[in-house]
Structures are given as C-alpha cells and as structure tokens.
C-alpha cells in the first residue's frame, strides 16, 4: 500500500492503474478508522483479492471548512498510524492523507459547491456550514481522484443524498454507493465520535437504534400517519434516555421530501445530543 | 464535424478521441460566433490542420442562469444554422449545443459553484448573479467534456480570472488559456452584442478602446498614480461618448487586486452603457 500526502504523486499513481484498466474507488474518510469504514474497503474490494480489478484510493482528511466554529474541528479524533495498519490490512492501494494546506493552499478557499433545497433542514438545520463544506471538498477529491466508483457511509444518509445531489447537478461521472451502517452488538452506529461518550451516554446511546426499529415494527405493521409514528419514536427516546432531541424525522428515502402519509420507501433519521455529544442514525423502510 | 445535442453521444465520441491521443480541447461560447470565436478555434487548430493531435469541442448554450432576470437571455442572438457553417469551417471537431433541459434537467439547478473575492465588484457589481451562473456551467461543462485545455476571450478578462480561480481551488485538471480579443478596425472589442448598437454608438463604442489605448500611453510614459490615470481615461469616455460609464478600474492583472500605485502588470477594464447595450473592454499593460 502507497502513502502520500500530496495531490501531484496520487494522481500519478492512480493514473498508473488507470492504464492498467483497473476501476478507480474513491473512499472518502476523516480518519480514526472503525469497522464501518473497513466495511466500506471490504464491500470495494469484493471478489478482487488479489488487487487486480480495483484501485481503491482512501482519503483521511479531517476537513476545517466543515465544522462551524462551535463545532469539534480541533478535537476530532486522529490516529494516523493505526489508519494506515487498518487500511493496508483491509486492502486499500493508495492512502491519501493531505495537510490542510494541501487542499487549501494559502489558508485560500475562495471557491464553494453548495448544494440547495435538500441542505438546510435535518442536519443542515444545526450546522449551517456543514453541508457546503462537504459538497465542496467531495467536488476537490471528486477532480482530485476522478473515481469511477466512490463509496460512502449510509449513517449519514442526508450527506450521501447531498452528494448524490452534487454529482447529478454537476455531471460529475461517477457512481455513487452507499455502504449500510456498522453497529456495535447492542445497535449503537459506529462512529468515531462514539469515543467522546461518557459510560452513562454509551449505555443510554443504542435506545437511538431501537427506537428506530420500533418505528419501522410500526411502519411495517400498517401505520401511515407520520406524525403519530414520530410521537411514538420521540417518546420511546425520551423516555430511555436523557438525550436532547435535535431532530427526528420520517422522510421520503429518494429525496428527503417530507410526507404526511407513508407512501414508499422511507428513511426515519435522528439526531441527538448525549451531554456534548451529538449522534445521528436512521434506518430505511421499504413500503 | 459531429454535433450533438445530447450529453451521452458527446461524451462518447470524446473518449474515442482520448484513446486515440488526442488532447481534448474545449471552447466554450454561448454561440452567434464572430471572428473572435474563430479566432480562439484557430489557435486551438494551430499546427494541427489534419486533426491528428486536438480534438476540439464547441460549446454553443446560452446559458439561462448567467443572466440576471432584466437581462438579455430570450434576446441574446442566436443564429445556430450559421454557428455550425463558421464552426466546421475553422476545424471545430464536435459541436455540443444543447437545449437548456439537456444542463438542466427539470428546470433543476440545485447545486452552485460559487467563487468569492474577484466576483463581487467590476462585473460582479451591476450582475450579482452572472458570475455564479458562468462559473456553474463552465463546472458542468468540464465534468462533461473533461478537456486537457480550455479556450476563453481575454476580452471577458473578469470571467476568465474568475474560471482560473475556480479550477484552481477546486482542482480541476485542466490548462486555461485566455485568447487575445479580436477588434473591428476601429478598435471595437468584438462581440455578440455589438449587434444591438444604434448607428450613432456603433460610431462612438470604439472610444472606448481609444481611451483605454491613452491610459496605456500614459502608463508606459511613467504615470503611477492610478487615480489620476483613471480619471483622465473617465475623462476622454464622457468627452467623446454619450456612453455611461459603469466602471473603469485598473487593477493587477494577476488577481484583480486594487492598487494605487502602478507597481505591476496591470489590466484596465472598463464597462459602459451606450443607450440600453452594455459592452465591455480591457487591456494590458505590462510594466
């Protein structure tokens, strides 16, 4: 496995594989690898063991312009050295792992992708900033890399639809793939901010998961009032837990249109914060 | 010379190209060409009259969203039969004109690619919307066509910084290339809009040239103060036009910056307004 930290030797050695007609994969990440990014390698790396279909880059960037000023930027957790272990075991070709000054040159990034209409509720409702800084450093690793294929996390589903978004609009060709979420034994979705979690919030944290559940049980039993089920998931997780809801909300799983009455597939997503600590999740329901 | 309308047939005559070797070459125009069009297909043909080396793409799309709601979108001209004859007589090799649902799918333009900093004042001031509007589609456009090198006109001088800025901080693979404006004999910046003038300002738009042409003497003569430069060039325009002046700036021309004192090469940049046709012009001055 290659390491690099800059743009000029990746794309040399992507451009390598790419005259070998291999399929370039782009797996984007901010690092502090678990097993729901080495899900992600493995579903890339499916059936081409032997590393002769796939050229599967990583990125491990932990972006600034994604965090609002309030926001984790500074304390979100780093390992490089363990990531690098993890992902030559898991089959990555090429780690990319740039300074931020490598993908903004002179502290400079005049230049933003932003995507509307589907960014500025949900998650986009707390964090402003976020979802520009996302769509903006996509597009860069998108030109960077040019992937045929790029993989992300179902966990952040809102994000995935963003981006899905931003490929279309831009006529970026690339195909877009969203691995299923990971969960610890008891649901709790991996995430490395898990991590921040007191032990009183780890116990409490996987009530998220099953509340979920509960609310697809209901879904598949017949129910179609959305906001009757909202009720019932909304108490379970207040009942359970001492989380602060931030949101919690059934959803049109194509578009994250909102809906009154379940009417095809739907995504239900949560977030909430335990103590300092803000988690989100959702499952899908097929209707 | 091919021409499509549809996004798929372009892309896949593209890629023969590339396979061949070519180096794919986009010039990107809203149509209705004039010789300062060709001019830009003669230098990206030069030295490769049997198309073995270039393969050029012409973009023809008046493009809805670069033009701001009291603009001249429904009247910009447009005269596709004869773009098509001027096109393959230069040696264009793919011509991609596409109806506005072909970019943008129902109606669709969720995502912008926005540039700050150089895009506020000059233009920017009297057309807040037209730079975001060029700077998305010009995106598209590369997404589309993915050329090795893209012509513009010097003569939109702004514009072209503003591309410049956004492939870079973007990383977008790509090598700009500005093409020296083409003139009427009289010193009249060619350009589509020309054909709006009355015969009274057909007459008096070459002052414009003129003046900047003075601007330039004077400079070169050892004038450093930048105000009073402007103010003699300002002076000439409103002596000799019935024009409105809506800028006349002189700025570094590496970035566009505001300067008071000519210590650099420098472009001075005008628009005005003869009866209700804006035209645009600048020049170059090395020191």
């Not at 040019?146 to 195909?175: C, E, H, S, T």
């Not at 837990?241 to 919690?248: M, R, S, V």
Request: hydrophobic residues 40%; contains cysteine.
């Amino acid at each position: 496995m290659k390491i690099t930290e800059y743009i000029s030797p990746l794309r040399e050695n992507i451009e390598k594989a790419r005259e070998l007609g291999k399929t370039i994969i782009l797996i984007p990440t901010m690092g502090y690898l678990h097993s729901g990014h080495l899900s992600m390698i493995g579903v890339a790396r499916a059936d081409d063991e032997d590393h002769e279909k796939y050229y599967i880059v990583m990125s491990i960037f932990v972006n600034p312009i994604q965090f609002g000023p309030n926001e984790d930027y500074e304390k979100y957790p780093r390992n490089m050295i363990n990531d690098i272990k993890l992902a030559e075991e898991a089959g990555v070709d090429i780690v990319f792992a740039p300074e931020v000054e490598e993908m903004y040159p002179d502290g400079q990034n005049l230049t933003t992708v932003k995507v509307s209409g589907i960014t500025e509720d949900l998650c986009g409702a707390s964090r402003p900033v976020h979802f520009e800084g996302v769509t903006t450093v996509v597009a860069k690793l998108f030109n960077i890399v040019r992937p045929d294929v790029a993989y992300f996390g179902q966990k952040d589903y809102q994000q995935f639809m963003v981006i899905k978004q931003m490929a279309r609009d831009l006529n970026i060709p690339v195909k877009l793939i969203a691995v299923p979420t990971i969960r610890e034994k008891d649901g709790l979705a991996l995430s490395s901010r898990n991590l921040y979690l007191s032990e009183t919030e780890r116990k409490q944290a996987p009530e998220l998961y099953q509340a979920l559940q509960e609310g697809k049980k209901i879904i598949l039993g017949g129910e179609k009032n959305v906001e009757k089920i909202k009720e019932i998931i909304t108490h379970r997780i207040q009942k359970k837990t001492n989380a602060k809801i931030e949101y919690l909300e059934i959803r049109r799983a194509e578009n994250l249109a909102p809906l009154g009455t379940i009417n095809n597939t739907v995504v239900i997503a949560v977030a909430a914060r335990f103590g300092k600590t803000r988690l989100i999740d959702n499952i899908l329901v097929e209707v």
